[in-house]
T-cell receptor
Framework: GAVVSQHPSWVICKSGTSVKIECRSL??????MFWYRQFPKQSLMLMAT?????????EQGVEKDKFLINHASLTLSTLTVTSAHPEDSSFYIC?????????????FGPGTRLTVL | GQSLEQPSEVTAVEGAIVQINCTYQ??????LSWYQQHDGGAPTFLSY????GLEETGRFSSFLSRSDSYGYLLLQELQMKDSASYFC????????????????FGAGTRLAVHP
């Protein structure tokens, strides 16, 4: 089946630093990847949609200058949280568009837990 | 606006049957998906309904009624490992990204299965 990986799985950083999270589709090419944020016991909130070779599309209320997204290849998208602050601490999950059993769906990575001190 | 409503918590015993309902109100609709998420883990895809009716996959079934903007996930022969959060998600149209559908998630239903 389709596999999506994320790296790192968890990261702790100081306030004001930048953190890069990688999302890779391991056995398929993903023209579209999605970045979500999930706070404890809450739902997944879509932050942005990333298309290979073009600028990401951000959801309303998400600061594009703070959450930099790069989709450099068909298997890799990165999310950089710039000048992170404690309120950015969250579970960040990427997903990649793929097809399985004839169904066009999204496959999720294992997530990255970010803690900003 | 966009909204999906599902119960926040459901409790059941092993071997029982549980139905998790989801009603939605979205500007576009291209199908209803269900995902399972264990604590600390990523969501895993369970099922997808684009057309009205029942889809069965092993112990899990999913139903959709587009005229009622309603769907449900049915879990049979419950096992302890089924304790998790279950999210319904609607495929909406991403207008500014070549038309690819994005997913709008409900708040999730936390299922607790007891012996």
């Amino acid at each position: 089946g389709a596999v999506v990986s994320q790296h790192p799985s968890w990261v702790i950083c100081k306030s004001g630093t930048s953190v890069k999270i990688e999302c890779r589709s391991l056995d398929f090419q993903a023209t579209t990847m999605f970045w979500y944020r999930q706070f404890p016991k809450q739902s997944l909130m879509l932050m942005a949609t990333s298309n290979e070779g073009s600028k990401a599309t951000y959801e309303q209320g998400v600061e594009k200058d703070k959450f930099l997204i790069n989709h450099a290849s068909l298997t890799l998208s990165t999310l950089t949280v710039t000048s992170a602050h404690p309120e950015d601490s969250s579970f960040y999950i990427c997903s990649a568009r793929g097809v399985a059993g004839g169904t066009d769906t999204q496959y999720f990575g294992p997530g990255t837990r970010l803690t900003v001190l | 606006g966009q909204s999906l409503e599902q119960p926040s918590e459901v409790t059941a015993v092993e071997g029982a049957i549980v139905q998790i309902n989801c009603t939605y109100q979205t500007s576009g609709f291209y199908g209803l998906s269900w995902y399972q998420q264990h604590d600390g883990g990523a969501p895993t895809f369970l099922s997808y309904n684009a057309l009205d009716g029942l889809e069965e996959t092993g112990r899990f079934s999913s139903f959709l009624s587009r005229s009622d903007s309603y769907g449900y996930l049915l879990l049979q022969e419950l096992q302890m490992k089924d304790s998790a959060s279950y999210f319904c998600a609607v495929r909406d149209v991403l207008l500014s990204s070549g038309g690819y559908n994005k997913l709008i998630f409900g708040a999730g239903t936390r299922l607790a299965v007891h012996p």
